[in-house]
Structures are given as C-alpha cells and as structure tokens.
C-alpha cells in the first residue's frame, strides 16, 4: 500500500496583479489551454484519460521542471504527481490537484483513475519503459485498458506560443553572447575541452541553467566528425575549429553551429565553406508555411550536389527544438510535416572530408506566415582567428 496525500490547487484570482502575477496568471492560462486542446482529442484517442511520463510533456502540461512527476490528464480535471522532494514547490506552483507520494507515482496514478472509473487511459508508449507498463498494468483491475497514444503531446509542443518563441529569443540571445566571449579568448594552442567548458561558463553566466546538449568542439581533421566529443585536442596553426552549442534558458532550447580557422583558409575549405553557406541560405529561403520537411532538406541537398558534396553531407537538414533540443518536425530527405507558423526549427547542413575536415552552419529559425524569421545573430562568415 503506497500512501500519498494531496493538496488541491485551485487558479487564483489576481485583483490589482503586478507584472509577476500577471504573468504567473498568462502562465496558467496557456497550460489550461494547451490541456484543452490535448483533451479535445480524448474522442479520437477512444480514451478517458491520458497519463504523461515524458519530462519535457510533463513540463509542458504543468510547468514543472523537477526529475520525478507525472500528470494524469482527464476532462474537466488534472492530477499531478511527484514525491516529496518537490512538494512544496508543486503545491505553490503547479494549477492542478497536486499528489505527494511516498513511494512509485504510477500507483498513485492508477488509484485516482480507478476512483474516477477512467476505463481506458492513454499512456506514452515512447516515454514508458516495459516495466512501468507492467506496473502500471498490475495496478488496474480488469475492464480497464491502457491504450497507447503516440506523440499527441509532442505534436502539440510543434506550434510554439509568442511566449514560447520569445523564451527561444532569449536563449538564442544568451548562446550567441557566450559563443562572442568564449571566441574573443580562443586562439592556437587551446584544447578542444577548454574551449567547450569556457562556452558554458559563460551560458550559465548570461542565465542558461545548463547546456541544451553535450557541446560540441571538434578542431581539424576531427571536425569531419559530426557530433565530436570536445577532447585534448589544441588547435594548432592553420586548422579548422567547429563549434556547435546550445544554451537552455528558462527551459527553452537554443542550437547554433560556427566555424572558424586558426590561420589562412586555403581554397579547398573557403570552397567547401562557401558551399555550405549556400546550402545554408537555400534551405532558409525554402522555409515557409505549407512546404513540406524534406521540401527544405532538399533544397540543402541540391545545393551540395551542385559542389559535389551531396555524398560529404550525412545526417538531415535540421530538427524542431523547443522544452527539448531535438523535437519534431524532423527537417529530412523523408519526413511529410508541413511546416506552420509557430515552429522553431533549426538549419544546419554540412559537409565532412575524413582527413581534411568538416563545415557545418546552423542557425535557430521560426517559420512566420510570410516565411521565417532568423533569430540568431551571429554573423555567418568564416571566422579568422
């Protein structure tokens, strides 16, 4: 028997509210809606319920950004559940009836729904491991289905509000300030791990509470790999240096990829730099509402296999970002999304010759009604250091 009690949370009314509350109460407004929306499918989904795991999805929902919380999302009414680790912070924050459990969440979880007679509840089924489905399966009694409801939230996370994009802005912002500083100190000589640990000092200095991914620093030929872990590597005289980062502020992702060279570019790598620029900027101008995925992916591809590239260029175009560094849509040769206002995506195309190096640019991009909107600001050029 797992014991938990809970704390009723109930929208508070904000007579003469300041700019905080105003805000808090914008805040809630939009979960209530982004609920609405989710529940307005329950028809379609044939469920009464939907359990979310996913941590981005159980942000989203709630704005919680704890380790350990699930929400159990039904008409009319939504549970959320942590331990009490969180407790004082979900019951102050969290517009919702908020559990604190001592012990599993999922069972708490079952328990409201067999209270509630919610027969058929929806669960992620990317986001629940084998395990917990069966946890959760041994707590229902018979009569009751767990049913299997794909990225319904994630579909939902695709369309950003105004406030989401402006928390992208800012995070954008914070990135390309911390890749400014971070760049002004780099010069021949410095290794790979201390380049990436100064880029994230200075995230977190500007406000980032973290970096949205792994940092990338890859120098000379090691540039060829794509996804490079910074080593202590230096860069020495007449070398390549990739650097691809991302800041998470407020929650919201930024993605950004820069390159430079110690020294004097020879003609092979300023060629192969002003190919992938081109790609860059076709995919760019390719962006706007109604265009397919792999419509702009495409657009990248023909520009390299016009340089004789197209074989040196091996992942896709770019991906949505958002609570998550990589969400849908996926900007490749095969994905169908249509692209609307509201999504954040990045363009990031490139090219990589093993024993000579790679170049990739990649800026932060939301699709607008007239096309699409660049929100990062640094520069593009090769960088001359």
């Known amino acids: 028997m797992h014991s938990f009690f809970d704390n009723t949370i109930r929208e508070p009314q904000f ?91 999922l069972p708490a979880a079952a328990s409201i729904a067999r209270r509630k007679k919610w027969r058929r509840i929806g669960f992620e089924a990317e986001a629940l491991v084998y395990a917990d489905f069966a946890k959760l399966k041994d707590e229902l009694p018979l009569g009751f289905t767990l049913v299997p409801v794909g990225a319904v939230v994630a579909e939902r996370r695709m369309i950003k509000s105004a406030e989401e994009i402006e928390k992208i802005r800012r995070s954008v ?112 101008d390719a962006v706007r509402p109604g265009v397919t995925s792999n419509k702009v992916d495409a657009a990248a591809r023909g520009v390299l296999k016009k340089h004789g590239l197209e074989r040196e260029f091996i992942h896709s175009t770019g991906h949505g970002l958002g609570l998550e560094i990589h969400e849908p849509p996926r900007i490749g040769k095969k994905d169908q999304t249509r692209l609307r206002a509201g999504m954040a995506i990045t363009i990031e195309p490139g090219a990589y010759i093993a024993g000579l190096g790679g170049v990739r640019i990649e800026d932060t991009v939301v699709v607008t009604p007239a096309g699409c909107e660049i929100l990062t600001p640094t520069p593009k050029e090769l960088i001359a250091l």
Request: charged content about 25%; cysteine-free; hydrophobic content about 40%.
């Open 15 to 105: 007579r003469g509210a300041g700019p905080q509350q105003a805000g808090k109460l914008a805040r809630l407004t939009e979960i209530n809606q982004r609920r609405q929306d989710i529940v307005a499918r329950f028809g379609e989904l044939k469920i009464d319920a939907l359990l979310v795991s996913w941590p981005a999805n159980v942000r989203y929902l709630s704005n919680y950004s704890g380790s350990n919380g699930l929400v159990l999302l039904a008409r009319g009414e939504t549970h959320f559940f942590t331990d009490p680790r969180y407790g004082l912070e979900a019951s102050g924050n969290i517009d919702a009836r908020v559990h604190v459990v001592r012990g599993a969440l």
């Open 173 to 284: 912002d914070a990135n390309s300030e911390a890749f400014s500083r971070t760049l002004r100190r780099v010069k021949a000589g410095a290794r790979e791990n201390e380049i990436a640990a100064e880029l994230e000092f200075q995230m977190r200095a500007l406000g980032a509470e973290k970096a949205s991914f792994e940092t990338i620093v890859a120098v000379g030929d090691r540039s060829a790999l794509p996804h490079s872990t910074p080593s202590g590597r230096r860069l020495e005289k007449n070398e390549l240096l990739l650097i691809d980062m991302g800041a998470s502020l407020e929650g919201y992702a930024s993605d950004m990829t820069r390159m430079a060279y110690a020294g004097t570019p020879p003609r092979r790598i300023r060629e192969m730099y002003g190919a992938v620029l081109e790609a860059q900027l076709a995919a760019i």
